[in-house]
């Protein structure tokens, strides 16, 4: 079942440190008032290899919903040729059979730590089945390991 929904994920999987705050990322998120911290280096595909949980938030299909998200430490950079990193985060919904991305916000030289609130339109559907929120920071930063995106996911319903 995950194997599908990497597949059909990978359009959706150009993705620092980041936190997912609103709704609760799978796992702790200890520390994050801190650069650096473990729970927001994710980077392994998908979900940064936390594991399934079941869904602890339902939220109503085709709702406006707040994400929030902490860019933890900054990877964006200017170079001195005039180009930039041009990484970027992207949201998206997950179900076995489905991808959705649902915004996409460029990285700019905001500093480690700072708070992101983006308003997202759920989807109509699938209701009542396990789906999830993806949020990933696409870096193109050398500088980062593992092709520089990391991950974070929370595990919802849609009612
Ligand atoms: C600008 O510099 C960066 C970092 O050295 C390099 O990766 C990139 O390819 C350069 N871009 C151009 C258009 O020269
Ligand atoms: C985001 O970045 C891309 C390429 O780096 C650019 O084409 C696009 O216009 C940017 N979007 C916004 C809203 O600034």
Same mark, same amino acid.
């Given at each position: 079942?995950?194997?599908?929904?990497?597949?059909?994920?990978?359009?959706?999987?150009?993705?620092?440190?980041?936190?997912?705050?609103?709704?609760?990322?799978?796992?702790?998120?200890?520390?994050?008032?801190?650069? *650096?911290?473990?729970?927001?280096?994710?980077?392994?595909?998908?979900?940064?290899?936390?594991?399934? *949980?079941?869904?602890?938030?339902?939220?109503?299909?085709?709702?406006?919903?707040?994400?929030?998200?902490?860019?933890?430490?900054?990877?964006?950079?200017?170079?001195?040729?005039?180009?930039?990193?041009?990484?970027?985060?992207?949201?998206?919904?997950?179900?076995?059979?489905?991808?959705?991305?649902?915004?996409?916000?460029?990285?700019?030289?905001?500093?480690?730590?700072?708070?992101?609130?983006?308003?997202?339109?759920?989807?109509?559907?699938?209701?009542?089945?396990?789906? +999830?929120?993806?949020?990933?920071?696409?870096?193109?930063?050398?500088?980062?390991?593992?092709?520089?995106?990391?991950?974070?996911?929370?595990? +919802? *319903?849609?009612?």
């Amino acid at each position: 079942m995950k194997a599908v929904v990497v597949l059909v994920c990978l359009v959706c999987a150009a993705s620092a440190h980041i936190c997912l705050l609103n709704p609760h990322q799978r796992g702790s998120m200890r520390g994050i008032n801190t650069k *650096e911290a473990d729970d927001c280096g994710l980077l392994h595909k998908p979900c940064g290899g936390r594991p399934q *949980e079941k869904p602890a938030i339902q939220i109503k299909g085709g709702s406006s919903y707040s994400v929030v998200f902490q860019k933890n430490l900054n990877h964006f950079a200017s170079y001195p040729n005039g180009t930039a990193t041009n990484g970027y985060f992207e949201i998206s919904f997950w179900t076995t059979t489905q991808c959705h991305v649902l915004d996409k916000i460029n990285d700019s030289a905001t500093p480690s730590l700072t708070l992101y609130t983006q308003t997202v339109t759920m989807p109509d559907g699938p209701l009542g089945v396990s789906a +999830i929120l993806q949020l990933t920071y696409v870096t193109n930063s050398h500088d980062v390991p593992m092709g520089g995106i990391f991950y974070q996911c929370t595990d +919802i *319903e849609l009612f």
